[in-house]
Nanobody, 124 residues
Framework: QVQLVESGGGSVQAGGSLRLTCAGS????????MGWFRQAPGKEREGVAA???????LYADSVRGRFTISKDNAKNTMYLHMSNLKPEDTAMYYC??????????????????WGPGTQVTVSS
């Protein structure tokens, strides 16, 4: 069983930075992908970054060059460093572990374990 808890959200002004942390318990290393998702009010949940077990990364076009995903296997922890934040980045951010592969890598249906989320608010 995997449990995930996000932290590090908050309120920042546009152009600022935040680092989100996802602390995992259980054997997250046995899963091939972990990812970060976000959901703004009235919008669907969308994937923003994913990291493979070996460390390679993928990013959504909307965040590439501004967000960096990383993982510390020894601490069972994943990070999302966000810089040059924009008001449109405002959302609840979730970390997740992929447990299926029937959809594209950023499709939420691939992910069976989720944290409760952490709110990020970017003001202009």
């Amino acid at each position: 069983q995997v449990q995930l808890v996000e932290s590090g959200g908050g309120s920042v002004q546009a152009g600022g930075s935040l680092r989100l942390t996802c602390a995992g318990s259980g054997n997250t290393d046995s899963y091939y992908y972990m990812g970060w998702f976000r959901q703004a009010p009235g919008k669907e949940r969308e994937g923003v970054a994913a990291i493979r077990r070996g460390g390679s990364t993928l990013y959504a076009d909307s965040v590439r060059g501004r967000f960096t995903i990383s993982k510390d296997n020894a601490k069972n922890t994943m990070y999302l460093h966000m810089s040059n934040l924009k008001p449109e980045d405002t959302a609840m951010y979730y970390c997740a572990v992929r447990t299926a592969s029937g959809y594209s890598i950023f499709h939420p249906r691939n992910y069976g374990y989720w944290g409760p989320g952490t709110q990020v608010t970017v003001s202009s």
